[in-house]
């Protein structure tokens, strides 16, 4: 039986990408877990998911403090991942995105495939979480580090025998950055076994949810100054840094939920007209695709891979300016159907979200890893013959 070894950026919060991460445990339920940093009580309700994994982490998760200013000490990723040995593995996974986890070496007869959720999007320019070029001696910071680390990122890129991409965007960022080819699977998606039942009068008396990080990247203050601009109700499911500066901003048919169990989560799914998302070069997008999964149009700017998943007109609507009268004009639009009509663009939205369940995931990574496994042996045995 072949030693798995997945390696994951880091464990500080519990999102998209730690998801991914459980689903590839699942599938490889003996392999060890590396991680730069790792903060339990930080994961809400991932924190169970993990609580029997066998994790190890580097050698900065022992330093005091230093887990808290990753961000700025990220030129510290190269030493981080390059100090880790994994000699002892036929397969290494890495889960790479910002602090570029697939920057681990490893041996020739060791197949290490990365599932890449994006490239790092401060070194290439993409909105980050936070807006960290408005300062300008954080700029001439920012810029000095990260000419290095872009060296650095794609040099690590071509230690990587094979590409996994979660979404085509992805695979066209991977191709761009790191001229590399790359597998598109799609990351898994929690999709109900039965299409929920939603009660009739949703269409008229529902509200629109919308569940996200609360970063700046993620414009939640597109969606809050919607609702006060139409009078829509609003709730919002997540947490994050910029949550004070939205509780500030929003009128009195916002509610936030902060974060919710999953029978919660799903509660709330069940009483939503639409899922509204204003995220801007979102790689692949699981909140909206789950919501799809839960009979819930979607409501979302037309950027990134949310342009793969959401068809206009038919799973729900997207809309071309980031801006509240934009968002409200693509409300409008979801507002005008008929009970007919928006019933058939619930059973659509089902019908979409239905690939990118984590039985497909599972069944076509698995796939995938046992394929390159066998033609690194064929190529070993080959080359001592």
């Not at 519990?14 to 590839?24: D, I, N, S, T």
């Not at 029978?263 to 639409?274: Q, T, V």
């Not at 979607?298 to 009268?325: C, H, M, Q, W």
């Not at 070993?380 to 013959?385: F, I, Q």
Request: hydrophobic letters at 40%.
């Amino acid at each position: 039986m072949a030693k798995i070894a997945l390696v994951h950026d880091h464990l500080l919060e519990f999102g998209g990408a730690e998801r991914v991460l459980v689903a590839l445990k699942k599938i490889y339920p003996d392999a060890d877990v590396y991680t730069a940093f790792l903060e339990r009580d930080n994961l809400g309700i991932g924190k169970e998911a993990i609580a029997d994994w066998d994790i190890r982490t580097s050698w900065a998760d022992k330093v005091p403090g230093l887990k808290r200013l990753y961000s700025p000490l990220r030129f510290l990723g190269p030493y981080i991942w390059e100090s880790l040995d994994f000699a002892g593995y036929d397969i290494v996974i890495s889960s790479s995105a910002t602090l570029m986890s697939k920057g681990i070496i490893t041996r020739p007869e060791t197949l290490h495939i990365s599932y890449l959720h994006h490239p790092p999007r401060y070194l290439y320019y993409y909105e980050t979480a936070m807006e960290w070029q408005k300062y300008w001696p954080i700029r001439v910071y920012g810029h000095f580090i990260n000419h290095g680390l872009r060296q650095y990122d794609y040099l690590s890129s071509q230690r990587v025998d094979y590409f996994i991409a979660n979404s085509e965007e992805t695979r066209r960022r991977i191709r761009k950055v790191y001229r590399r080819d790359s597998c598109v699977i799609y990351p898994p998606v929690v999709i109900p076994e039965q299409a929920p039942v939603r009660s009739a009068d949703v269409q008229a008396n529902g509200y629109y949810l919308t569940v996200s990080r609360l970063a700046r990247a993620k414009h939640i203050d597109i969606l809050v100054e919607a609702s006060k601009l139409n009078g829509f109700k609003l709730k919002i499911i997540g947490s994050g840094r910029d949550l004070q500066r939205l509780q500030a901003l929003a009128g009195p048919h916002v509610e936030f939920h902060g974060g919710v169990s999953d029978s919660e989560r799903e509660a709330l799914y069940a009483g939503a007209k639409g899922f509204l998302f204003a995220s801007v070069d979102e790689e692949f997008g699981i909140a909206p695709v789950e919501a799809l999964g839960f009979g819930v149009p979607v409501i979302a700017y037309a950027s990134g891979g949310l342009k793969e998943t959401v068809t206009d007109g038919v799973n729900g609507f997207l809309y071309r300016t980031l801006s509240p009268d934009a968002l409200v004009a693509a409300i409008e639009r979801l507002e005008s159907l008929s009970q007919q009509e928006y019933a058939t663009m619930c059973r659509n939205s089902r019908t979409a979200a239905e690939r990118y369940s984590h039985t497909e995931f599972a069944r076509h990574f698995s796939s995938f890893v046992e394929e390159k496994r066998a033609e690194l042996d064929s190529r070993l045995v080959g080359n001592t013959s």
